[in-house]
């Protein structure tokens, strides 16, 4: 149904060209927006920004982000990530953290980036693409509407993959392939490849979303990890600009993080 | 529920409050000489009488405090312009673990006597 939408959409913005002018397209527009909506129901616009959205105590069930999915990592890739895991708590009791990726402002990539923090991520949809830009780190992604995915090996790995969508009812369902394996996954997970996102964002009540998640890796995963992140609508909010330009922790000697002060 | 998300996403966005002491406060009253809002932390640069917080360095000990970032001071009343060079005011903050002349804020009183946090809720830069 929505797909139908994205297409008549895409006739009626020729109406925003100087085509417009041209007789035989303004006519095309014209019964394209007359017979449409007997047809297709236009998909929700997600269009705008969205906090994060914890629920909590008394939240309505419906809207508040379900419980996460196990994560299960093959046994050769779980031993290392447990040891990690340890690694970091120990360093904890010391009072220290070991060096992240995100204390040297690398940004997190699909699909941490959809929830850092308390920042908000901004949608804005047409019919052609759904762009998705996360105020941490001021993250960007594109997902190309109803167009097909390519195979994993033609997208250059990178941090936000390549991303197709279609909607599925009132459901944007999201695919994204190409992460690449220097990207920390969910939960610091580590990834192949082979890694597959496949998310459905729909809104469960009006001025919520839910983005649910789904990782597939073949190579690392006994079995795939979902999880939902939940947000509420923010009508008025203006996102700020997250350029990492006065970074001044570090990582030292030892790979702990450290705060640079200054002396004057 | 919170449980179960913060399993799912980076509590903070940057790095952990581990290299400083959540369970020791200081107050410091001084001279700002630089309030800088920037990305990933906006910082306090502060001149402090030599009689507050320890040692000396000619008389004035110079201490860098960091907040959240701009979207987070945001959203507990605070903008570029809150603070500028030369300004008074007194600062709460967690020191660092390590003894430099460095800290986290917890809250900054400002020349108009507005008292300030940083962000919606502690911890969260």
């Given amino acids: 149904m929505g797909a139908c939408w994205g297409t008549?959409?895409?006739r009626i913005n020729l109406s925003?060209?100087?085509?417009?002018?041209?007789?035989?397209?303004?006519?095309?527009a014209v019964v394209v927006t007359?017979?449409?909506?007997?047809?297709?129901?236009?998909?929700?616009d997600f269009t705008g920004v969205w906090g994060v959205y914890r629920g909590g105590r008394g939240a309505d069930p419906k809207v508040a982000?379900?419980?996460a999915g196990a994560l299960m990592l093959k046994p050769e890739y779980a031993k290392p990530y447990e040891a990690r895991r340890a690694l970091e708590a120990e360093a904890g009791k010391r009072g220290e953290q070991l060096a992240t990726k995100s204390a040297q402002c690398v940004p997190y990539g699909v699909p941490t980036m959809m929830s850092v923090a308390i920042y908000p991520v901004e949608f804005i949809q047409t019919p052609?693409?759904?762009?998705?830009?996360?105020?941490?780190?001021?993250e960007v992604r594109r997902v190309y509407m109803g167009v097909p995915q390519a195979k994993i090996d033609d997208v250059a790995p990178g941090y936000y993959g390549r991303s197709v969508g279609r909607w599925d009812g009132d459901t944007l369902v999201v695919d994204t392939v190409g992460i690449k394996t220097t990207v920390p996954g969910y939960r610091g997970m580590p990834h192949s490849d082979r890694m597959r996102v496949?998310?459905?964002?729909?809104?469960?009540?009006?001025?919520?979303?839910?983005?649910q998640i789904t990782i597939d890796d073949p190579v690392v995963l006994e079995k795939p990890v979902t999880y939902t992140l939940a947000y509420k609508r923010m009508p008025d909010y203006e996102m700020v600009e997250f350029v990492c330009d006065n970074n001044r922790e570090y990582i030292d000697e030892n790979g702990v993080v450290r705060m640079q002060v200054h002396d004057k | 529920m919170a449980g179960v998300l913060a399993a799912a996403s980076p509590l903070l966005a940057h790095h952990s409050f581990t290299?400083?002491?959540?369970?020791?406060?200081?107050?410091?009253?001084?001279?700002v000489t630089s309030f800088e809002w920037t990305n990933p932390h906006s910082y306090i640069e502060i001149d402090v009488p030599d009689d507050q917080a320890g040692t000396t360095l000619g008389g004035i000990k110079h201490w860098s405090i960091e907040m959240g970032s701009p979207s987070i001071l945001m959203q507990s009343g605070w903008k570029f312009s809150s603070l500028r060079k030369g300004?008074?005011?007194t600062l709460i903050i967690n020191p660092l673990k390590n003894g430099k002349a460095g800290g986290f804020l917890m809250v900054a009183t400002l020349p108009d006597g507005r008292m300030l946090g940083n962000g919606p809720a502690q911890n969260q830069p």
Avoid: N, W
């Fill in chain 1, 65 to 67: 982000p379900p419980a």
């Fill in chain 2, 87 to 89: 300004d008074k005011t």
């Fill in chain 1, 8 to 10: 008549v959409r895409r």
């Fill in chain 1, 34 to 44: 007359f017979t449409a909506p007997q047809l297709c129901a236009a998909p929700p």
């Fill in chain 1, 128 to 138: 052609q693409q759904v762009t998705i830009i996360s105020e941490a780190f001021s």
């Fill in chain 1, 16 to 28: 925003d060209t100087e085509d417009m002018m041209k007789p035989s397209l303004l006519l095309a």
């Fill in chain 2, 19 to 31: 290299m400083f002491d959540m369970s020791k406060r200081i107050t410091l009253v001084g001279s």
């Fill in chain 1, 198 to 211: 496949t998310e459905r964002i729909s809104m469960p009540a009006a001025g919520y979303l839910h983005d």
